[in-house]
């Protein structure tokens, strides 16, 4: 009943960026937590940024100053605007929503994720 659909991945060159969005939709009352995370070959999972329903942010060292998220509530929406890529970037990202559908049950939903590539 709901779905947690992320776009946005590629190629890019060093130095350059990149913007994710995940999209959220179905029988959705509200969103609280929504994060994106990544995952390198043969490396754990980890938080790249985090955003509450309020809108406070936080960010690994790795990426702050680099990587910026935001959402939009009204669409369901969040996003990852990421500059400054490096080779370490490199992984397959994924967002992450805490979701209250209309029948007041929590979920926690992981999209599919996309594959960003920072090489030259």
């Known amino acids: 009943q709901v779905q947690v659909v992320e776009s946005g991945g590629g190629l890019v060159q060093p130095g350059g960026s990149l913007r994710l969005s995940c999209a959220a939709s179905?029988?959705?009352?509200?969103?609280?937590?929504m994060g994106w995370y990544r995952q390198a070959p043969g490396k754990q999972r980890e938080l790249v940024a985090g955003?509450?329903?309020?809108?406070?942010?936080n960010y690994p060292d790795s990426v702050e100053g680099r990587f910026t998220i935001s959402r939009d509530n009204a669409k369901n929406t969040v996003y990852l605007q990421m500059n400054s890529l490096k080779p370490e970037d490199t992984a397959v990202y994924y967002c992450?929503?805490?979701?209250?559908?209309?029948?007041?049950?929590?979920?926690?939903?992981w999209g599919q994720g996309t594959q960003v590539t920072v090489s030259s």
């Open positions: 992450n929503a805490d979701i209250t559908q209309r029948n007041l049950r929590r979920t926690n939903y």
């Open positions: 179905g029988s959705i009352s509200s969103i609280n937590f």
């Open positions: 955003i509450t329903k309020s809108g406070r942010t």
